[in-house]
């Protein structure tokens, strides 16, 4: 009795002293995760709702721009796949890359990235983007077609070497799109990968890192 009534004492001062759950090891190897289990769990930090584990996948639905961020860094040079799709005809599915592994949309305003954001089939399933930062900016690389297709599972590889993001969609051999960034976010502050979402129903699995 005198424990249970001692804890909240003990987290509202850690609370108030800034200590935060220590980061897991970074990547250094090829590192997986195929969700095989009942929620997120300590790999992961939520910023806010609409994330769950159902059936052996990640489902990302209703997030508004609160990311599921990977406390794992990320090597500066990384090959990341993984298997993602849309149950929504409004497509949208996304991701953040190199970002700080805390930033989120506090409003529901303009959200600005800390890191580079990719969405297949943004802005109602017409337009598809690898934005540095801002996903409503100019800074990007984008294309109109294709358009993502109601519950067909992707395979997507995101791949960065140097300045230059590579990702590609199913065909490995041929950019979906390709970005050169002459001043590459990179070091503290973009270590981070993060599943984001706005209100789509989204899913992801079969995650695959390698440096």
Same mark, same amino acid.
């Given at each position: 009795?005198?424990?249970?009534?001692?804890?909240?004492?003990?987290?509202?001062?850690?609370?108030?002293?800034?200590?935060?759950? /220590?980061?897991?090891?970074?990547?250094?190897?090829?590192?997986?995760?195929?969700?095989? *289990?009942?929620?997120?769990?300590?790999?992961?930090?939520?910023? $806010?709702?609409?994330? *769950?584990?159902? @059936?052996?996948?990640?489902?990302? /639905?209703?997030?508004?721009?609160?990311?599921?961020?990977?406390?794992?860094?990320?090597?500066?040079?990384?090959?990341?796949?993984?298997?993602?799709?849309?149950?929504?005809?409004?497509?949208?599915? /996304?991701?953040?890359?190199?970002?700080?592994?805390?930033?989120?949309?506090?409003?529901?305003?303009?959200?600005?990235?800390?890191?580079?954001?990719?969405?297949? $089939?943004?802005?109602?399933?017409?337009? &598809?983007?690898?934005?540095?930062?801002?996903?409503?900016?100019?800074?990007?690389?984008?294309? &109109?077609?294709?358009?993502?297709?109601?519950? *067909?599972?992707?395979?997507?590889?995101?791949?960065?070497?140097?300045?230059?993001?590579?990702?590609?969609?199913?065909?490995?051999?041929?950019?979906?799109?390709?970005? @050169? @960034?002459?001043?590459?976010?990179? $070091?503290?502050?973009?270590?981070?990968? $993060?599943?984001?979402?706005?209100?789509?129903?989204?899913?992801?699995?079969?995650?695959?890192?390698?440096?």
């Amino acid at each position: 009795m005198q424990l249970a009534r001692t804890l909240p004492w003990i987290a509202a001062a850690l609370v108030a002293t800034g200590c935060k759950v /220590k980061d897991p090891p970074p990547v250094t190897e090829t590192w997986t995760d195929a969700f095989e *289990r009942h929620d997120p769990g300590s790999n992961y930090y939520q910023t $806010g709702d609409g994330y *769950r584990v159902d @059936d052996g996948a990640l489902n990302a /639905k209703g997030a508004h721009n609160k990311p599921l961020w990977l406390r794992k860094k990320l090597p500066r040079d990384v090959q990341i796949e993984v298997t993602a799709w849309s149950n929504s005809p409004e497509g949208d599915i /996304k991701l953040e890359l190199f970002g700080d592994g805390t930033s989120f949309d506090p409003d529901k305003g303009r959200y600005m990235s800390t890191g580079y954001v990719l969405a297949f $089939g943004g802005w109602k399933n017409s337009r &598809s983007i690898l934005a540095r930062n801002d996903e409503h900016g100019q800074d990007m690389a984008s294309r &109109s077609a294709p358009r993502v297709e109601t519950g *067909r599972k992707y395979r997507w590889k995101i791949e960065r070497t140097g300045n230059v993001i590579t990702w590609y969609i199913d065909d490995m051999a041929t950019p979906f799109l390709r970005y @050169d @960034d002459p001043r590459p976010l990179a $070091g503290s502050g973009h270590e981070y990968l $993060g599943f984001n979402n706005w209100e789509t129903d989204t899913w992801f699995d079969d995650l695959v890192i390698t440096p």
